[in-house]
């Protein structure tokens, strides 16, 4: 999809280039706009760049059990003057026995994150409890220092049992399985992720794709598939793409036209399946 996205941004951009480059005599070098067009796919480029790989396990599977060590810091439970160590125990200590859910978010403070999905499980949080899961963890890639905040600012004074955990070096993502590259500006994070758990054990994974998408993984879904509900599929992102792909290739299109590329009477717009 990426590689449909830079070939379509070339396209758009091409011919301003063209027109707004040299003048004829040389005379004046390359004009602004030129540079400034340039300038402004180059960023594009740069900023829609392909995922990187991660190195990191296969996915946790259902039936697998969580790692025993490696150390994750509850957040809110020391001071600001205490150090990391204070706060620091074991992913299967954080979650305790019985029956849990593991959340894993991007990041502190992200659109997605803050307006709706750390509030869907802050306001069910009753709703969890009365199924038995009296443990539910959410687990980001941010110091403790930006957490405490974010749930200060989310959460709020409530005496809610929802935990805020800190994987800041991102080792206990990428032990699951469960790290992905979010893009330019963003980098690697936590996958946007629901681990059901019974004494430490998986019994259930669910998944959303990218920093948007949260469908699989909202407290609302989560609670459906505990009810013996089905899970939501996680199709946002590839409508979104597609969206997009429709979007910039009538933009595409209509440039060239302009330009005396394109013969638009001529020109038919591709149909895209319907998500």
């Known amino acids: 999809m990426m590689r449909v996205l830079r070939s379509l941004l070339l396209l758009l951009v091409a011919p301003q280039a063209v027109a707004f480059g040299p003048t004829t005599a040389g005379a004046l070098g390359r004009s602004k706009t030129s540079l400034f067009v340039d300038a402004t796919v180059n960023g594009a480029i740069g900023r829609s760049r392909e995922k990187k790989e991660i190195d990191q396990a296969a996915t946790i599977r259902v039936g697998e059990a969580l790692p025993a060590d490696i150390d994750v810091i509850v957040c809110g439970t020391t001071s600001e003057e205490e150090d990391d160590n204070a706060a620091a125990m074991s992913i299967r200590d954080a979650v305790g026995n019985g029956k849990a859910v593991l959340v894993g978010m991007p990041g502190a403070f992200t659109p997605t994150c803050t307006e709706q999905h750390l509030p869907g499980y802050v306001e069910k949080m009753s709703q969890f409890s009365s199924l038995g899961y009296d443990s ?10 930006v957490n405490d905040m974010w749930a200060k600012s989310v959460v709020g004074d409530s005496d809610s049992p929802l935990q805020i955990l800190s994987d800041g070096d991102g080792d206990l993502v990428r032990m699951l399985g469960l790290s992905e590259d979010m893009g330019f500006g963003v980098g690697v994070r936590s996958k946007r992720f629901a ?24 407290a609302e879904n989560v609670l459906k598939v505990l009810s013996g509900g089905a899970s939501v599929a996680s199709a946002d992102d590839d409508s979104n793409q597609a969206a997009v792909a429709v979007l910039l290739l009538a933009i595409a299109a209509g440039a060239a036209a302009t330009m005396g590329g394109v013969d638009m009477g001529s020109f038919q717009m591709p149909s895209f399946p319907t998500p």
Request: charged share 15%; hydrophobic share 40%.
């Open 136 to 145: 539910v963890a959410v687990l980001t890639t941010n110091d403790r220092y």
């Open 195 to 218: 681990l059901v758990l019974e004494n430490g054990t998986v019994t259930q994974v669910l998944a959303d794709e990218g920093l948007s998408s949260c469908s699989a993984t909202s």
